[in-house]
């Protein structure tokens, strides 16, 4: 069974950046897409950023866009997400989620499994 762990969240000041991170065990990693998605107060949980298996494809939501990078060390089995430009529209609890095959994917029901989530808080 695999499990992931996020860290590196929060709070940053509007225009600062953060990086997460989210450390998998359990699996082979380097087989697996992953995904970031994040949910704010009040709101469905939304499609952040996804990368594949090797980490030669990319995928970003607009409002990732041209601020957030998405990348993976398989050999150190963890999956980043760098954020630059924060606004405090980014404020939400951040998941990473991964899913049993290499292809990235956009959907929550897509994924297999998930993180607890690490908490990005952006102050105006």
């Known amino acids: 069974q695999v499990q992931l762990v996020e860290s590196g969240g929060g709070l940053v000041q509007a225009g600062g950046s953060l990086r997460l991170s989210c450390a998998a065990s359990?699996?082979?990693?380097?087989?697996?897409?992953m995904g970031w998605f994040r949910q704010a107060p009040g709101k469905e949980r939304e499609f952040v950023s996804a990368?594949?298996?090797?980490?030669?494809?990319?995928y970003y939501a607009d409002s990732a866009k041209g601020r957030f990078t998405i990348s993976r060390d398989n050999a150190k089995s963890t999956v980043y997400l760098q954020m630059n430009s924060l606004t405090p529209e980014d404020t939400a609890v951040y998941y990473c989620a991964g899913r049993w095959t290499s292809s990235i994917a956009i959907r929550r029901y897509e994924y297999d499994y998930w993180g607890q989530g690490t908490q990005v808080t952006v102050s105006s």
């Open positions: 990368i594949s298996s090797s980490g030669g494809h990319t």
């Open positions: 359990g699996g082979t990693f380097s087989s697996y897409a």
